[in-house]
């Protein structure tokens, strides 16, 4: 078993030795005891936040359940390599690389952290430039103030007579149409130098809905109980348009929620998670077990706390591909609205409605994370005499088990930013295809 799968059984074996039961010891780390219990048994890969929390619950230092600092180095070595061709790095001496030159792995591995954080930042500037609504209106304002401008001085350079009031007039105009250029610049020019950070301000009423759910971890108490109704709906929409959220966001958030309330009467909290606990995260197992749509039982994980079942991702888009929804998950890049990878299964399943996909995936270019994706499409509104059924397609997305079997598939972010050479997928050239 690859030794980051066994972390599970030293974290088991340091609780019995210390005589701690499994219950409150996931108590301590804030988490549910069936999702220690996977973790355990080394069902769930364990990292970040509660890897820390458990190590602190344990009294132990975090390298002690990883088994020290030079297997983390042999492993981010192993994530530089990725999958090298005949000539590529000697894999079969990476430790005793790591051993002889720790100092070296240390700084190919810092090196190989920095590469991955430029990538992730030009992921975000290129998605901005090529999907932000306020860059494009900034822009057009531009345009339209010096156009008018060229205009107005076009008519005063090119007749030899004008009335004194229409002079005036001109003057006027190109007054008011170099101050709206002054205003539209100073703000491109503000806007641009925010760029490089990731947490600017919002620029989409998509993007004002899924920072409202992602400040609640996309799960809403006050809409799981059983009495909730539209009036709970309404009130959480009232809060966020008193916080300034936007009216195209508000009626964003508003259809969410209802849909998040039907979900959650339709499959209630408590009976969904004792199922989660018997039969996983597997999607069609839970539709059969409760009599759900697949579709619903996606969105149902997706809203479960992540302290009950451990990090799950969804992302969900139209028939013409643009992403509608998108809860991210870590080692899994997601661009804004359009323009995603379409190897992704997310847009395979678009032409075989109810035939669900499930794959091992790894985003090239970012690391060995490895993720473990099911794919459905399905009725977003059914069809009728008049009208055509609208279609959607959904992808959950959790940690791969690590499980022995089934291919894993590598596939980019977007073909913009995408490392792999000759997809046969590409539309357009990776400006990061030969390294940044």
């Not at 600092?69 to 042999?74: D, M, S």
């Not at 981010?76 to 000539?87: N, Q, S, V």
């Not at 073909?415 to 357009?428: F, G, N, Q, T, Y």
């Amino acid at each position: 078993m690859p030794d980051r799968l066994m972390i599970g059984t030293r974290i088991r074996e340091r609780r019995v030795l210390n005589g701690i039961r499994q219950s409150d010891l996931a108590q301590q780390a804030g988490i549910s005891p069936s999702y220690l219990n996977l973790i355990e048994h080394n069902h769930r890969r364990i990292g970040g936040k509660t890897l820390l929390k458990l190590a602190e619950a344990l009294k132990v230092e975090p390298s002690q359940l990883t088994q020290g600092a030079e297997v983390t180095l042999i492993s981010g070595l192993r994530e530089a390599a990725g999958k090298p061709d005949t000539d590529g790095p000697e894999l079969d001496r990476i430790e005793e690389f790591a051993g002889r030159y720790p100092g070296w792995a240390g700084l190919l591995n810092e090196l190989r952290r920095r590469n991955q954080a430029l990538e992730r930042t030009i992921e975000t500037l290129t998605d901005r430039l090529a999907h932000d609504p306020f860059l494009s209106d900034s822009l057009h304002e531009v345009i339209s103030a010096v156009t008018a401008i060229r205009a107005t001085s076009s008519i005063l350079v090119e007749t030899e007579a004008i009335e004194p009031e229409w002079q005036a007039r001109f003057h006027r105009n190109i007054n008011e149409d170099s101050a709206r250029l002054t205003e539209g610049a100073q703000a491109l020019v503000r806007y641009l130098e925010a760029a490089p950070n990731t947490e600017a301000e919002l620029t989409s009423p998509q993007d004002e809905m899924h920072a409202f759910l992602a400040a609640r971890g996309y799960h809403l108490a006050e809409l799981e109980r059983e009495m909730a109704g539209p009036r709970d709906v309404a009130r959480l929409i009232e809060a966020a348009a008193a916080q300034g959220m936007s009216s195209p966001a508000q009626s964003l958030t508003r259809d969410a929620l209802l849909r998040y309330m039907e979900d959650a009467q339709a499959l209630p909290l408590r009976a969904f998670l004792a199922r989660v606990g018997m039969l996983g995260l597997r999607p069609d197992r839970l539709a059969e077990a409760t009599g759900a749509d697949m579709a619903r039982v996606f969105r149902r994980l997706a809203s479960l706390p992540e302290a009950e079942v451990g990090p799950v991702g969804l992302v969900i888009c139209d028939a013409s591909g643009t992403l509608t929804f998108r809860k991210p998950i870590g080692g899994f890049a997601m661009p804004r609205m359009a323009g995603a990878c379409t190897l992704w299964p997310l847009y395979q399943v678009l032409s075989q409605p109810q035939v669900p996909i499930r794959m091992r995936l790894r985003q090239a270019g970012r690391g060995a994370e490895v993720v473990e994706a099911f794919a459905v499409a399905a009725q977003a509104v059914a069809a009728g005499f008049d009208r055509p059924p609208l279609m959607q397609a959904l992808m959950l997305l959790v940690p791969d088990p690590g499980e022995a079997g089934g291919e894993l598939r590598q596939m980019g972010v977007s073909c913009r930013i995408c490392p792999v050479p000759d997809c046969a997928a590409r539309r357009e050239p990776s400006i990061v295809a030969k390294g940044l």
